[in-house]
């Protein structure tokens, strides 16, 4: 059996929309979307056996993982853009480039070569995937960031499932915004602003042991984390970056508007700007309640793989709940 694993962002469900439209050509038996650490659930191991091939996109898995699998599958391959897969380039048939996001690269090294330029919808497409790379990693100087952003919040609004089944008719008609999609841009846009203003209500700024400026915000709506991040650093520049936890309160996101890697930081995976963590249950209440931050590794220092903490300058997370 042929599967594809991919995220379960825009990003991700680019590769979903690039994989139906050339799903002939393609030849996978399986689709399926998952989040970071899915390397870790039942059901994908059950999946590691001699008879199966795995292509797996924007998301990476640890090293000794892929070696394990690669000992086990009759084939294995990873198209991914996350910092975390640097090791790839130790083994062919794998793509690992920052320049690209997952759909880019697996549209740009998996499909394209596999079929002609000469497709009706190929310019449509090669719009879709820019506008995808443009929002996943962030590029908000581009001339293409407002439609990408609007890209997003189509997804959002729509749900990720939809999305894929509207963007296959989409890019087989003109491209032009719908009205049901300016819907979409209206009502998540509105959504991000109550979520934002809610935010600020009791927003306290936090020196880490480094002397850079953070927060910790509660934001319950995955989906909008990024755009709700980026609307309030850009209305308080001050703010280094943003440590952001759910109604899980069993991981963390990060993000950051400014020249910051924050895959520096001390169990912490994911892109330079747009990062996230899982940690054991007493690190996340000491870090949540007790006074501490997340460390940056320090020059010449190994990155721990787990949460590295240490005390704040201000602290009163009593008003977090």
């Not at 897969?85 to 880019?104: A, E, F, H, I, R």
Request: hydrophobic share 35%.
């Amino acid at each position: 059996m042929k599967i594809l694993i991919s995220h379960v962002d825009l990003d991700g469900f680019g590769v979903n929309v690039i994989e139906r439209l050339f799903h002939n050509e393609l030849g996978f038996d399986q689709l399926i979307n998952k989040n970071y650490g899915f390397e870790n659930e039942s059901s994908i191991k059950e999946l590691i056996t001699p008879d199966n091939e795995i292509v797996i996109t924007d998301l990476s898995v640890p090293e000794e993982t892929f070696i394990e699998w690669k000992k086990v599958l009759k084939s294995i391959s990873v198209i991914d853009h996350h910092e975390t897969s640097y090791y790839l380039d130790k083994y062919p048939g794998n793509t690992w480039s920052v320049q690209m996001c997952g759909t880019k690269l697996f549209w740009n090294y998996y499909v394209r070569p596999n079929v002609s330029d000469l497709i009706p919808q190929f310019e449509k497409i090669n719009h879709f995937v820019n506008l995808v790379d443009c929002y996943d990693r962030w590029v908000d100087t581009s001339e293409l960031w407002e439609d990408a952003a609007r890209l997003n919040k189509v997804c959002v609004g729509m749900g990720t499932y939809s999305f894929v089944e509207h963007m296959v008719k989409k890019l087989s008609s003109a491209w032009e915004w719908t009205p049901e999609e300016c819907e979409c841009f209206e009502v998540i846009e509105n959504a991000e602003n109550i979520i934002l203003a809610d935010v600020e209500k009791d927003l306290e700024l936090r020196k880490d042991k480094s002397g850079l400026t953070f927060v910790f915000i509660k934001i319950d709506e995955k989906s909008k984390l990024s755009m709700v991040c980026s609307k309030l650093m850009r209305k308080h520049p001050e703010i280094d970056y943003c440590i952001c936890y759910g109604g899980s309160r069993a991981s963390f996101s990060l993000r950051t508007c400014k020249d910051l890697d924050l895959t520096r930081l001390h169990g912490v995976m994911g892109h330079k700007m747009a990062a996230g963590a899982k940690f054991y249950k007493k690190e996340f209440y000491d870090l949540l309640m007790g006074g501490t931050c997340l460390e940056w590794v320090k020059t010449g220092q190994r990155k721990l793989d787990h949460i590295q903490i240490g005390k704040t300058s201000q602290i009163n997370l009593e008003k977090l709940f």
